[in-house]
């Protein structure tokens, strides 16, 4: 592939990975509009309603994250064309470098071996930077998890959120315990543990 090729390429993957992160905002808007509407039915007393608009809300965080996850992936082959293209050209210049260091030795002046040989070292430098680059964009990119929610558990969120008392009437959703309550109950049961 030639250099404008690969440059077409890179170019194109990150567009499409700024779409895909663009779809995945507006999933999250759409998510956060479903758990409004979720509250809304809940306040209404709308049990029924409130779990499609749990389901719908969860389907869009879900979609957001996988829209997100693809975007990641695009911008990480996108990093490895640049690092192509980076390689391609470092790796001419080296050759550059290879033949002006022919020249120096067959001639012998210190000063032109020395220039010569910066110019070299500048090189690896250069590399250095764009593999560790590479290596910090692959590491973000394989970064991301998707988290799994229940409907109950979003919508005893939701209710904990907006002060709404319908966890009686949610299937599957537990009746929270006060923290102070249960360490109290568990130091009980400790001190029943350790004199029998």
């Not at 002060?163 to 029943?192: M, T, Y």
Request: aromatic residues 4%; proline residues 2%; charged residues 30%.
């Amino acid at each position: 592939m030639s250099l404008d090729g690969m440059m077409k390429l890179q170019f194109n993957l990150k567009f499409a990975s700024k779409q895909f992160a663009k779809s995945s905002k507006k999933c999250e808007k759409e998510e956060k509009e479903a758990k409004n509407k979720a509250k809304r039915a809940m306040e209404k007393g709308n049990i029924d309603g409130a779990k499609i608009y749990a389901q719908n809300a969860i389907r869009k965080k879900n979609e957001a994250l996988n829209m997100l996850r693809l975007s990641s992936r695009i911008d990480a082959v996108a990093s490895r064309v640049d690092n192509a293209v980076k390689m391609r050209n470092v790796t001419k210049t080296m050759g550059m470098v290879t033949k002006g260091m022919d020249k120096a030795l067959g001639s012998m002046k210190y000063d032109e071996i020395a220039r010569v040989m910066d110019k070299f070292e500048q090189q690896f430098e250069d590399m250095d930077v764009i593999t560790e680059y590479t290596e910090s964009a692959m590491g973000q990119s394989s970064a991301l998890t998707t988290p799994e929610g229940e409907v109950s558990a979003l919508l005893s969120q939701i209710a904990d959120e907006n002060n709404l008392e319908f966890s009686d009437q949610l299937p599957g959703v537990a009746n929270k315990v006060d923290p102070l309550q249960q360490a109290d109950e568990l130091s009980a049961r400790l001190a029943k543990l350790k004199n029998p």
